[in-house]
């Protein structure tokens, strides 16, 4: 590895993870707002919440390196520009694909440990925060999926009309159900 290379690499890093701590911070602040009513009306405690952001982590950072990730370029190559480095490497007779090598080494690094994350633990983080958001965040979301639905009435394709008598949403179960077919004078034929 060349200085330069580990001088951009050296550059590159602390704004990279300046950013993903910004962009993950944000994004937790975001949420955290968003449910704020549900946390108060439900008294969920801190270890809960901490449980739910800490298994919601890996799925934010899949979410907000790539951008983390760009914003270090643009911050890099404009100091570098603002300096005039760029200009004294290519001076020194660097190409500037081989300047740009040490960025796209960078990226598919993050690519890798981006796919790396996604397909090994964002799964389970996901199954581990969905669980907790349902079972203390979203108490009554969970009672009203529960909750029979009576006397729906749809109008279908083909001039159909369906009426339901009871829908259980938990079990996904219609009972009482009448389909009624119109011809084209308006008159119930089935």
Known sequence: MKIIDRYIVKE???????CLTVFI???VIIDLCSRL????KH?????????????????IFVRTAPIAALLSTLYILGNLNKYNEIVALKASGLNI?????????????????TLVINERIVPQAN???????????????????????ENIAIYGAHNRL??????????????GITILEQDENKRVSA
């Open 12 to 18: 590159f890093l602390p704004p990279f993870f300046y």
């Open 25 to 27: 911070s944000l994004y």
């Open 37 to 40: 009513e549900d946390i108060l």
């Open 43 to 59: 008294h969920v405690e801190i270890p809960v919440l901490l449980q739910y952001y800490a298994a919601f982590l890996p799925i």
């Open 97 to 113: 694909w081989r300047l740009t090598l040490p960025f796209f080494c960078l990226g598919i690094l993050i690519s890798i440990a």
């Open 127 to 149: 199954l581990v925060s969905t669980t907790v958001k349902e079972e203390r965040l979203d108490k009554e979301k969970t009672q009203a999926a529960n909750r029979v639905v």
């Open 162 to 175: 369906i009426h339901v008598r009871q829908f259980y949403a938990q079990e996904n179960l219609l009972k």
